[in-house]
């Protein structure tokens, strides 16, 4: 009989065990980032080609349990490769902002303000589930090309780092003049 009972209570604590591993890995892991909105600059308009610098917005969204501090922002190109620094043709630094924006010249958001509003991505705690990605674009020789397919979100939470990736429609659209 107390053979039964030590065996009862092994089996009850392995079911425990593994159900307390079961839920707490789905609870780490539980969780993505949506882009619930999207902005564009037209790149046959002139006035990108002699102003060089645009604030782009897009509105986010963290759906799961707990709150992650985004360690980094990259892109990554339609040939698989990241966007980085050595890039010739654009440069992008990511934000965060408090207010939602759309589109902005660098001069236009200056006036406006809305560069007190930025924050660096680097290890940016997410206190809302609601947020704002800003994204400053540094147009450096032509021809610009709308090559960038993914956003890489690279994130930790409750101490476990993780990455999400996301289609990215890129940042041009070629409406015309």
Do not use: C
């Amino acid at each position: 009989m107390k053979q039964y009972r030590i065996g009862l209570l092994i089996i009850l604590l392995g079911v425990g065990i593994i159900l307390a591993l079961f839920i707490g890995r789905n609870t780490v892991y539980d969780g993505s980032f949506i882009k619930t909105g999207h902005s564009s600059i037209d790149l046959n308009l002139s006035e990108i080609k002699e102003k060089k610098i645009v604030y782009l917005g897009y509105d986010m969204k963290w759906q799961g349990s707990g709150t992650p501090v985004i360690k980094y922002i990259q892109f990554i190109k339609s040939d698989g490769t990241k966007l980085t620094e050595e890039d010739t043709h654009l440069a992008i630094t990511p934000y965060f902002s408090d207010q939602p924006i759309g589109s902005y010249y660098e001069e236009d958001a200056k006036k406006e303000g809305i560069l007190e509003h930025l924050y660096p991505v680097k290890q940016f705690q997410l206190e809302e589930d609601e947020f704002y990605l800003v994204l400053k674009l540094e147009l450096k020789e032509e021809p610009y090309e709308n090559n960038l397919e993914e956003l890489v979100i690279t994130y930790e939470k409750w101490g476990f780092q993780q990455e999400q990736r996301m289609e990215f429609e890129g940042v041009f659209t070629e409406i015309g003049e």
